[in-house]
Structure formats: C-alpha cells, structure tokens
C-alpha cells in the first residue's frame, strides 16, 4: 500500500493532531516559516503567539501542569531555542512534559555558523529528558511521535526536536504513531510485589509513620491523587507535601500536617524529623527538604516509592526503594495493606498524634495583622477564602521567592493541578507565562497568577498575548518594592545589608494595565484588600491588582541553610544569636 | 555513615548504547555535568548492522554514587543496558597501548630486554628509536610505561579499557 507523501512540515502538523495536540505556544522565525505555512492552512491546531519565547516554554508548562497532557512549544533556530533553555530546564527539573520543536538552518549550513544558527542539540542536552537533530525526511514522523511518547512517559521532562529548515521543505511519507516506540527506553510502571509486601511488613510495625508524598503523586495523574488519599486515611498517618506535590492530598483535610521543608509547617519538619517510619511517595529528598543531611530523620526506616531509579538513593539512603509509578504502586500497597487486615497500633497513633497535636499547637503560620499596612500572608488568606467560596475551578500559579511561600502556606490546595510554581529551578518569570497557558486550557476558570513585582518584570511582555487572546488572568501582585527573598536573606545571613535588593523607578502597575488594555486596581490599605479581590475575581477580562504590602515582612516558619528540620525559626523574635553556621552560609 | 559506605573504590561499567549521534555526548555530558570521575572511557560500535555500541567506562566512587551512576546512564534514552563488571563478577579487562622509545646504544638494548619480559612487540623501528605495542591490563601497562622512561619514552597512547565478562553470558541477550 503506498503511503501518503506530504512535506516535512506536513508531517509536523500531522503528528501534533495524531498526538492529541489543540494548542501550541510559539513564535515565528525564518527556519521555521515552512511550519507556520502549514499552520496557517489547517484549522485543527490553534497557534498561540507569545511575545518572547521563554514565555512560550513557561505557558506550554502551565498548559501541561494543569491539563496532564503534552505542552507543546514551536520556536525558530538560534535566538529562538536560546530563549526557550530556561524554561526547559525549568520543565526538567519539575518534571513537567513538553515537546519543543525548533527550527534549525539547512542540513547543508548545519556547522557553518550560519545566521541564526545554533548547536540546539548540544545545548538543549543536559537540560531535556531528550533531544533530536532531524537531518531525514525518513526519520521525521517516527521521531516526532517518540518525542511524545519519552516526554509524557516514566518520569515526564521535556524533549526537543530540532527541526532544519530543508526537512521541514522536504517530501517524505508519514508513520502512525504506534511506529514511535522505542525499545531501549521503557519505564518500569509496576513495582516489584516482593519489596511491596516488605514495605508492608516494614508499615505495620510503625510507631510514629509520616507519608512524605511530592510532585511525582501530582505527575502520575488524578488516579494517583486518590490512591494516596486512600492510604492516608486507611492508615490514619499523618501525610506531609512538598512545595510540588501541594494538592495532591487535600490541606483541609486534618491528617495533612502542611508543607514539609525549608517555609513549612513546625509539626511537619518535626514529625520529619521525629518519625521512626517515612514514606517517601514521588518525592525527591532535594535540600529544600532534608536541610542538612546528616541530621535529617536520624531514626528513621526510609520507604520510597519512585518511577525514576536515580531518584531512589541518591541524596538520602533508603531501606527500601520501590521503583514503579506511585500510582501503581500505591495500588498494590494497599491490596497488600488491606488482605492483611493491617492497622496502626492504637496506642502509639494516639501518642504520636498527641505529639503532632502538640507542635500544631504553636501555629506556626500565624502573623499579626495590625494597623492599616497590609501583610501579604493577609492578601493570601482573603484570597483564599474569596475564592474557596466561588464554585469555580481555581487555578493558582506563582513567581518565585517571598511570595510564593506565602502562597503556598496560606493558600489550602485540595485538588492536583490546581497549583502551579517553579519549585525545582526556582525560575522567576514563570508565573505570569504559566498562568495563561493555563487559562488556554481552561478558559473558564479563574486563574491567579500571584507575582512579586519583580518576578512579575521578568516576563510581562506577555501582558501583550494575554489581551491579544482575551484570556481573563488575574496578575495578583505583591508589591514590596524588594527583591524580598534576597531582602530576606541579606537581613538574615549579611548584616541587613541591602545589597541591590531595591527596586527604584518600578512601574505603575494600574497605568501598565491600562497601557495593556487590561483593568488595574491597587490596594495600599488592610480595608481596601476584600474589595480589590472581590473586583479582581468579578471583572470579566485581564487584570492586574497592585497591593502594597509590608516591604520588611519575612518568610516564617524557616530552617536557616545548614540547619535541621527540628532547629526551625518560628518568628522575627525567635534569632538564634547567629541564625546560620559557616557551613550553611555557603549553600543557596 | 559506615566507613565502607565513604570508601571511593572503582568500578568497570559497560554500557550497550544505540549507535546514533550525541551518544557518546550525552554519556560524557551526564560524567561531567554530575561530577562524577571519568578515569577512563573507549567506544566503538560492536554490532555494524544493528547500530549498537558499546562504551566501557572505569570510574572511581563510593558505593552511593557508584549507584547514582549506573542509574544515570540506565535513564538514557539511547541505553539498552548498564552492566557494572566489578560488580557482577569476574571479567576480562584489557588495554592496547603504543610506547615510543627513543635512544641508542645500551638503553635501546635494554628496551628490548624489557619489551620480551612484558610480550611487548616492537611494530615500528628506526636506528634511534622503537615503537612497542603492548596489551594487558592497566597496572601491566603503568609498569612498562614506568621502566620505559628513563629509557628515553617519548611518547605514549593508550586505547583506555575494555571488559568483558568472563563465561558464557552476554549483554546483548538481553535486547
């Protein structure tokens, strides 16, 4: 049977529509011009124009996080793939799926330094799960569906496709997808029953357990959500989350002990640290989490559940480590957990319990809202409450630093997806980006995206796609006039010395709005923030909110870089005479 | 932390790989961007018609890391199979290497000498000086490399290590 012939661009297309792909993130450029051709001729794939390609990485993550599908970025050779490294590896280290097609020149120009030429591949490699140099028509549609099928896959990252401008002129057959496997590249899903039955045994004979779950619960998909919910309450432990994995038990519900790491909860770093039994689920032990290693859970048995093998041992030795998918794997615990008829023994839940009660007890999100100056935790607790009311799906996304711990402490995720941050990379710029990629996806949600006024500098040129494409984000901003985490820690770790930590000559935001088209509304009083939130979430279109918040307000509870889960800081007043030791003054 | 457990020891690990470009990138990427030590790597492709190859890696770590490893390289995606030879018994570990000597009268005798202690063979000589090929394992070489040189050794190439196991298994078995 002779199989259709179409142009490399074609095949492009064609894939992207086997693939399931709707929408697509780029900006155009001359080594990719074929590709924006066939664009224009089809009407099955929306093309969403960004204003810089960073903003096309971040968005198509956005899109991703909160869909579970394949975020998918089209950029041009050079400047264009440049542009798009951050956020790729801001999608590596979060694990987030995405396929980033990028034009390249000629296969002939390839090595010439010719315009717009970069090395793609070579530059992409150490920040994709994958990359692909396309220099045959023949290989394209086989690559292109692989690229898929390694993105979304074991532990999700992104893959780029590096696409020359010849191949995508080029006349060549297309494959369907089931061509686009790869033999050497199968992720284990089940985990092996025989440590699951001794993970098990290991439970059982728990005293005083935690369930430390993380982003992979979120990345595995809905189900695993579930699963994990399920274990939790059949087994009555308590169940911490890290920064990514928020969501993936509800915060409302009263065995969930908060955020664990450097901005968590106290009883969540102590029972951390306290535990004779962790359960590590889809998550990393990265530093934000362990503090310093040697004085991490000294007591404890380590179970961890991970579908990425060098993610098992490499920072903190387990005693067993199950290589599978959480969900899966969570599954068959549980079957085990059940036959078994197992149960936490009685009395030792009660008085672990009563210990986690008792750390509860110093409430350590707590801060003081007095006077008329607006704390920013305030901002998030109203914005919280505001939107808990709704009925809505809510979606939000952060930028990185002060205000997205507070976002994270004081705004109660309880559902996967809904939650979007830069937790591996720490990327400043992600939010805004992301919280559009999002609103593609879900058009009819209210979408956050809670920014500082700095991160928020970082990529709002992408105001422009956002009133080009009427998508209704809600640009909530903490203004403090610092770079506040870097405040913070000049305050903490360097004298107070405020060393090119203030911003002079920032923009008004109100009149940026309206430079934009887009609503601008501004706080500068406790009074004034309900009715700022309660306009922002009524007005049907883009808006930025400008809320001055305390410049000098800090990021409590925290564990000082160096330092161990149980010698947190609760508050300004709890400084240790020097807060950080030499170690811990090198680490970031 | 036991001592054993910070002990640094070496390993020999073969990689079976799919012969495409930015393979062997992509593994000297992953030794470079980690950190990790790379005390010596050699590649070729060994199996012309399926685009196989493979890379023979001797590394230096402790036993943590030594893990980390070989799960890296198993994350590839180009990566059929990660064998760890120190670990998984005993193999066969060879090395080539070409030892230029120049020199005349006793010190040229005397390389000689030594070239039929070590099976080496002289490939290559001129009135001052010898080419010898020598093949063993790397402590063998160093020797040789070591009493060559006051004997007027200019120049030396190594071809790094390659290992097999010993017996009847195979790497490509499984694939």
Redesign the interface.
Known sequence: MAREQMTGAQIILKALGDQDVTEVFGYPGGAVLPIYDAIFQQNRIRHVLVRQEGGAVHAAEGYARSTGKVGVVLVTSGPGATNAVTGLTDALMDSIPIVCLTGQVPTHLIGNDAFQEADT??IT??CT???Y?VKDIKDLARIMHEAFD?ARSGRPGPVVVDLPKDVQMAVGEYLAKEMGK????QPQIKGDPSLIRDAVAMIKKAKRPIIYAGGGVINSGPAASLALSRFVRDTGFPCTLTLMGLGAFPASDKQFVGMVGMHGTYEANMAMHDCDLMIAVGARFDDRITGRLDAFSPGSKKIQIDI???S???NV?VDIGIVGDVGHVLEDLMKVWRSNKSTMDEKAAKSWWKQINSWRASDCMKFDQSGQVIKPQYVIERLNTQTKKLGREVYITTEVGQHQMWTAQHFKFDKPNHWLTSGGLGTMGYGLPAAMGVQVAHPKALVVGVAGEASFMMNMQELSTIQQYRLPVKCLILNNFYMGMVRQWQELLHGSRYSESYMESLPDFVKLADAFGMAGLRATKVSEVDDILAEMIKIDGPVIADVHVDPKENVFPMIPSGAAHNEMLLGPDDKAPSPVSEDGMVLV | MKSSEKQENTHTIAVL??NE??VL??VV?LFS?RGYNIESLTVAETRRGRHLSRITIVTTGTP?II??IK??L???????SVSDLTQEGPHVERELALVKVVGKGDGRVESLRICDIFRARAVDSTEESFVFEIVGNSGKIDAFIDLMRPLGLVDVSRTGVVAIMRGPGSMEND?
């Open positions: 591949t070579g490699r150490p799960k994958h990359n140099l390694v790869r033999k050497t590249y990425d093998p060098s098992i041992n490499k030795p | 790989v799919d470009p930015g990138a992509r990427g961007g943590m893990e980390q799960a890296q198993g994350r590839l995606i180009p990566v059929h694939i």
